[in-house]
């Protein structure tokens, strides 16, 4: 059970903070800021509560001056409405945290939750990533189980389903965690130029040309994440094919191999198959990085998804001066989300600039483009939907 640290002059609200949140969280109740100072720099502690007294003189920034050092962890202010916006927006720049007024114990219940689930997947035990549906515990679970492997992990997803996220848990969990991790994506970078991105280059290569290091060579003893792998040049499969292989690659222009240690984890939201039939992507490329396949639902298949998602980025974009009404929330569930998780950020970055602060409202919500009906051929099991 994760703890929370909290300060209160108010007798009334700590027995209704108690009797709502004491079953889910081990709550250390502070005597004293100083005392809730220490409270905060424990690493089990993952959110602090603070609740302002009315009328109190001294400004809320100043109340947290005194909380340096307290690591990472959000600030939760419980107050009301007579808090004065000079002094709640002075608070939230003094420690980047989160500003709840007037205190609804509801809607705190679940932006606790939602900090320690933050807080756990800084760790190895904790859950890796925001989403409760059989979908993502699936992925979790191959993340988990394949991260200790070297062999190349392949995840296979639409576009906004979140790869790179996966792709960066993989290699958190894995023994190369400490090192880098060197990401490069090969749709982004103009076909002659993958070579020498790739690779390295030596001086005079091509125009212009100055000696460099690879991906390759800066991934060595990390890993090297590749995205939209299938956009990948063909001239160039080949020698990636022999790098993997033989752990050997040239630089463009150079005269003798290099060696990299690297461990690589490729995304696409392509079908490869059909790639590979319109002669596209080479087949043994494939069998080569394929060996061990995640596949990421898209988030119209797992909606339960949705309500935790929207308020971890409702949180973020308002600095928790927002928050979503259950109707808004209706209207989410309601959308097929063509952009997957991606356009569910900027639907709620844009419904939180709209409405200032306050609670979110149906209107609100507004969609840019129409949504057509979008399917993926792979599953996590190997098979087609």
């Known amino acids: 059970m994760q703890s929370i640290a909290y300060w209160d002059m108010d007798r009334l609200r700590i027995l209704k903070v108690l009797a709502e949140l004491e079953a889910a969280f081990d709550i250390r109740m502070a005597a004293t800021l100083d005392e809730l100072r220490r409270y905060a720099s424990d690493k089990a502690v993952c959110a602090v509560l603070i609740g302002l007294p009315l009328g109190a003189s001294e400004g809320i920034a100043g109340f947290f001056s005194r909380l340096e050092g307290r690591g990472n962890c959000p600030v939760f202010i419980l107050g009301d409405a007579r808090i004065g916006q000079d002094s709640a927006a002075a608070a939230a720049g003094a420690v980047s945290g989160y500003l709840i007024g007037p205190a609804d114990i509801g809607s705190l219940r679940r932006r606790l939750a939602a900090a320690a689930a933050e807080r756990a997947r800084a760790g190895r035990d904790g859950p890796l990533f925001i989403g409760r549906s059989q979908g993502m ?107 993997l292989e033989s752990g050997e690659f040239w630089r463009l222009g150079g005269d003798r191999p290099e060696k990299s240690d690297f461990r690589l984890i490729c995304a696409t939201g392509e079908d490869l198959k059909t790639a590979i039939e319109k002669g596209l992507f080479r087949k043994d490329l494939f069998y080569r990085i394929s060996d061990l396949p995640i596949w990421i639902p898209p988030l119209r298949e797992r909606l339960d998804d949705i309500p935790e998602l929207a308020e971890h980025f409702c949180l973020k974009a308002s600095q928790g001066v927002c928050e979503l009404s259950p109707a808004a929330l209706d209207k989410l569930m309601e959308y097929p989300w063509p952009g997957n998780v991606r356009e569910l950020k900027s639907v709620i970055n844009r419904a939180c600039a709209n409405a200032g602060r306050g609670l979110l409202k149906p209107e609100n919500i507004i969609y840019i483009f129409p949504a057509p009906s979008l399917s993926f051929p792979i599953s996590n099991q190997g098979q087609r939907l």
């Open 137 to 243: 515990r699936q992925v979790e679970n191959l993340v988990r189980r394949y991260a200790g492997s070297q062999l190349p992990v392949l995840i296979l997803g639409e576009t906004g389903t979140g790869k790179e996220l996966v792709a960066r848990a993989i290699h958190r969990l894995s023994p190369r965690g400490p090192k880098a991790i060197v990401a490069l994506n090969c749709a982004a970078i103009p076909e002659n130029l993958v070579e020498s991105e790739l690779f390295g280059a030596e001086k005079g290569a091509f125009t212009d040309a100055q000696r460099r290091r690879g991906a390759l060579a800066r991934a060595s003893r990390g890993s090297l994440f590749l995205d939209e792998i299938g956009s990948m040049a063909l001239s160039v499969q080949p020698k990636l094919l022999r790098a």
